[in-house]
């Protein structure tokens, strides 16, 4: 005889309801946006069907009805003219510049919406790394000076969010020492703690044009063989003073999510990048997957390991699909 039948507490949708483990919410959600300069543009990026450069008055009108929808929180990128970069990424903390001017103005317009920026120097740079650039090498601690200008010049637009994404070593301590001493003990840190160096980021790099103009990212992006480093990385930013760890690409890395989840009372933040976006897409278009289904899936897949935040440009579609 069976004494134990787990089938029996999967009889019912409504059963199957009041045992489920892990709950997906576009409360979970970060929405990703690329900005652009002019006015009244918007333009489609080739790679991420659905996912739209827009100017920063369609920037606005977007963000106010994700509000509606019950998100309420965005990652800005901009999408920098090449004529405004340099190897110093001086544009970064021009407040008449468009990715300032653009925060202060949605912070004016819509107060309550939650701005996350990015704190890195390769868009604004004319080598497309994340780090200064001095006789072919990516320097760390003079990069930390020109990430700290950035990051309290964002704060000072209104940024609510900083989000480092360069992975210099040091960085989350260097910013929130700068932050404090300036007055903003109320900006948070997301760290980008284990940022793997992955084939994954090609359509952000097309959405933004800033891939490396010579090499790669491997001296300071992780290596995605390596696991145990991650939780090297997480001490240091919760000891230098970060408020959220996160795990960029989130897919592959589903074991590095549940070992930040395990390993640290901190938020756990999985970015579902673009590559992992325009796979789905890209399969759905074919009609090889059911593409509404595999979202969804893999979004939990995510919560599930112990992610509480999620980033990922499926926030406004799965929103309009859920609520």
């Given amino acids: 005889m069976l004494t134990h039948r787990p089938r029996r507490n999967r009889k019912s949708q409504a059963i199957r309801d009041l045992v489920e483990e892990t709950s997906l919410s576009v409360k979970d959600f970060i929405f990703p946006l690329f900005l652009i300069e002019g006015k009244n543009k918007k333009t489609e990026v080739s790679s991420m069907p659905g996912i739209f450069r827009l100017s920063p008055d369609l920037l606005i009108r977007e963000i106010e009805t994700c509000m509606k929808l019950g998100i309420y929180t965005f990652d800005l990128f901009p999408n920098i003219e090449e004529k405004l970069k340099n190897k110093t990424a001086t544009e970064s903390w021009n407040e008449k510049g468009l990715y300032l001017r653009t925060i202060r103005e949605l912070k004016k317009k819509l107060p309550e919406a939650v701005i996350m920026t990015d704190v890195a120097m390769d868009p604004y740079s004319s080598d497309g790394h994340d780090g200064l650039v001095v006789k072919g090498e990516i320097r760390n ?90 939780l090297i990385e997480a001490q240091l930013d919760l000891e230098e003073g970060a408020d959220f760890l996160m795990v960029k690409p989130a897919l592959s890395y589903l074991d590095i999510i549940k070992s930040l989840s395990d390993n640290f009372d901190l938020p756990i933040a999985a970015y579902n990048v673009s590559g992992e976006y325009a796979m789905v897409k890209a399969a759905a278009a074919k009609g090889w997957i059911d593409g509404d289904r595999i979202r969804d899936e893999m979004l939990l897949s995510m919560k599930r390991a112990g992610a509480k935040i999620i980033l990922t440009y499926f926030a406004k579609e799965y929103a309009l699909k859920h609520t």
């Fill in 141 to 230: 601690d003079e990069t930390l000076e020109i990430l700290a200008k950035m990051a309290l010049a964002q704060a000072e637009a209104g940024a609510d969010i900083l989000g480092p994404s360069d992975m210099m070593d040091g960085r989350v301590g260097y910013l929130r020492e700068e932050l404090d001493e300036a007055g903003f003990t109320n900006v948070s840190i997301m760290s980008y703690t284990a940022k793997y160096a992955s084939g994954f980021y090609g359509p952000f790099r097309d959405a933004l044009e800033s891939a490396p103009r010579f090499g790669d990212k491997k001296t300071y992006q992780m290596n995605p063989a390596n696991s145990r480093e991650a």
